[in-house]
T-cell receptor, first 112, second 115 residues
Framework: SAVISQKPSRDICQRGTSLTIQCQVD?????MFWYRQQPGQSLTLIAT?????????ESGFVIDKFPISRPNLTFSTLTVSNMSPEDSSIYLC?????????FGPGTRLTVL | AQSVTQLDSHVSVSEGTPVLLRCNYS??????LFWYVQHPNKGLQLLLK??????LVKGINGFEAEFKKSETSFHLTKPSAHMSDAAEYFC?????????????FGKGTKLSVIP
């Protein structure tokens, strides 16, 4: 398994500002993922972050809006830039190990 | 391509009665299938997974699911519901094999348990 922590656990932000979410894993992993869960919806993959390479973004998500860093094998950040109320969601990081993905507790973001 | 359909957005059962959460999948290759549970304000927890071994999969907390290729289904069951089972459940499909992390989530089924 994997123990994953995220900071902050929740935040309320003003539109037009940016928020950086941190994801820390208790052991080294190659692949980390960032998901968005909009209110009442399922999870949607934003991007895959491998250490030492640029993140790979899914359709509908762009680097300018969701820049990702992956400086080492246990840590990643996701920034939500120039926020609008439509960005209000839960953002989750996850890691792949074997045939499973393990998820962090999520960051609940509210944009006013 | 792959997709998941959870047939019920909300299921309500009485405590002590059986639970059935339905999931159908579509995949152009041999899939791995998962059920995750999300309790309010908590992260996702893996309940069980099917990865081309036994078709009847047992998970945590008394849950189990049966992979039926002919019906493209992977329904989640539990013989007796407990109050602590009240949560959101997600059926998930991915390509099979280690390192295949392209998960596709269903829309979720909210399970309510009535005392």
């Amino acid at each position: 398994s994997a123990v994953i922590s995220q900071k902050p656990s929740r935040d309320i932000c003003q539109r037009g500002t940016s928020l950086t979410i941190q994801c820390q894993v208790d052991s080294q992993v190659t692949m980390m993922f960032w998901y968005r869960q909009q209110p009442g919806q399922s999870l949607t993959l934003i991007a895959t972050a491998n250490q030492g390479s640029e993140a790979t973004y899914e359709s509908g998500f762009v680097i300018d809006k969701f820049p990702i860093s992956r400086p080492n094998l246990t840590f990643s950040t996701l920034t939500v830039s120039n926020m609008s109320p439509e960005d209000s969601s839960i953002y989750l990081c996850s890691v792949g190990r074997g045939t499973e993905q393990f998820f962090g507790p999520g960051t609940r973001l509210t944009v006013l | 391509a792959q997709s998941v359909t959870q047939l019920d957005s909300h299921v309500s059962v009485s405590e002590g009665t059986p639970v059935l959460l339905r999931c159908n999948y579509s995949s152009s290759y041999s899939p791995s299938l998962f059920w995750y549970v999300q309790h309010p304000n908590k992260g996702l927890q893996l309940l069980l997974k099917y990865t081309s071994a036994a078709t009847l999969v047992k998970g945590i907390n008394g849950f189990e699911a049966e992979f039926k290729k002919s019906e493209t289904s992977f329904h989640l069951t539990k013989p007796s519901a407990h109050m602590s089972d009240a949560a959101e459940y997600f059926c998930v499909v991915s390509p099979s094999g280690a390192g295949s992390y392209q998960l596709t989530f269903g829309k979720g089924t909210k399970l309510s348990v009535i005392p």
